[in-house]
């Protein structure tokens, strides 16, 4: 992709030479990697609008951790963000078309994906768990679903995976993780499967208070990264500086807290991640 | 694409969606049918339940009448005809395309009915045939030949619409499709290449055979 290298470097240069022109410096961001922050000019952030805790759109407002990861790196870059949805199909699409600057949608670092696009982080490692009654007693992992209708929604590979491990187990799949929960609540399947940030989310909700649990034994890894265009470095470098900000200023702290604590979670070992290097 | 081919059942997912077209099919005609001859009948309050049938089903989005069949019926209400989920939901998106399509069916039929001319039913009555006579013997089999297009619409349109039984968790390709999109994002290209040529496949031949039949059997008068 020399092209791309070329042209990254181009705009990187452009950027430099119309703030020279404003005559304006951006805080925190040093000179070596040409393009200095935005200087508050308006970027497309790539969010969830339907996962509540994470990125979900109320009215005209935008709440959640992934929001809070957002808004905080368009800070410390110096941009003004404006949301727009990113849907899991179609982040690939929306980044390496350049009609995001960048997504943070519970997306997980993968190699498949990498060959698409580039990552800054992990800024959070979420793992598959599952949700249930408060009730429930029976249901503590994975090797107890043996006979159990599971539920997730179409195209999450990590139930299907699961059904081929643990043949006993019936998947009910909806479009939605909404209507899951809505099965789960009236007693027609038993435990509801996807990252426990998401379910951590649903539980954490007002409708759902007190009445549906995360079991807490997760049993794979994702690591959650800020999704950019494929190759820009110097990019990704800034992102990756200012979620070791976030982190280690303890505003990770204390946005896991706020979205995902009111359902007693906890965030699993390895958090807060030490974001990787770009490359 | 090979890859595709043995990574992910395409075959059979396209065979689900075959199956929900050639059940629900089946249900549309029959239903369709019933509810054409009531619209169509002498008694005012049969044709007002044919109406209402028709504007009710309508005008409710697909999706909406295919989750209801799920979260009303056998969340809800608890009308499961197995315990085993996967079974339960192609009956109930069977159920669900059936009385959806149905209203098209009959509004085809009615179209139809309408070809034939009204001096054909007066000369039935009026040899003394009853209404059930009439319209078994003259009227609705003229009014099928003259409904063979818009019912291949009906048709291929139902093939399309099964897709949207992936909102109940049906194992049809559009459900295949996202997962192998989650999965695989650098063969996106080929997996849409691959679904859409899979329902150029089954849908060509529909319209092709609907052109040749509507010619065929068309009524020459």
Known sequence: MKFGRISAIAVAALTATSLAACGSGSPGTGSTGGAAGG?????????????PGLGLKSGSTYEGFDVDVANYVAK??????????????????LISTGQVKYIVGTYSITDTRKAKVSFAGPYFVAGQDLLVKSDETAITGPDTLTGKKLCSVKGSTSASNLQKKYPGVQLQ???????????????????LTTDNTILAGYAAQAANK?????????????????????????????VTTALATFISSGEWQKSVDKWLGPAGFKPGAGNPPTAAACS | MGELFAT?????????????????????????TLVAVLRVSPVPLFQKVGALYVNVFRNTPLTLIIIASNIV???NLGFSFTEDIARDNVYWAIIGLTVYHAAFVCESLRSGVNTVPVGQAEAARSIGLTFGQSLVQVLLPQAVRGAITPLGNTLIALAKNTTVATAIGVAEI???????TEDRIDLILPIILVV??????????????????????????
């Open chain 1, 39 to 51: 200087a508050g000019q308006t970027v497309k952030v790539g969010i969830k609008f339907d996962q």
């Open chain 1, 76 to 93: 410390e870059l110096n941009y003004t963000p404006q949301f727009v949805e990113a849907i899991s199909s179609q982040r690939e699409t």
């Open chain 1, 173 to 191: 799949e909806y479009n939605t993780y909404t209507l899951c929960v809505d099965a789960l609540k009236a007693g027609n399947v038993d435990a």
């Open chain 1, 210 to 238: 007190g009445q549906l649990k995360v079991v807490g034994t997760t049993f794979s890894t994702e690591n959650y990264g800020v999704g950019l265009k494929k190759g820009d470095t110097a990019f990704c470098t800034q």
């Open chain 2, 8 to 32: 992910y059942p395409i075959l059979a997912a396209f065979g689900m969606t075959l199956l929900l077209t050639f059940f629900a099919a089946i249900g549309a005609a029959v239903l369709g």
């Open chain 2, 73 to 75: 019926m056998i969340v």
């Open chain 2, 174 to 180: 559009s459900g295949l499709q996202k997962t192998m």
């Open chain 2, 196 to 221: 859409a040529a899979g329902f150029v496949v089954i849908t060509l031949p529909m319209g092709l055979a609907t052109s040749w039949l509507s010619g065929r059997l068309a009524v020459k008068r």
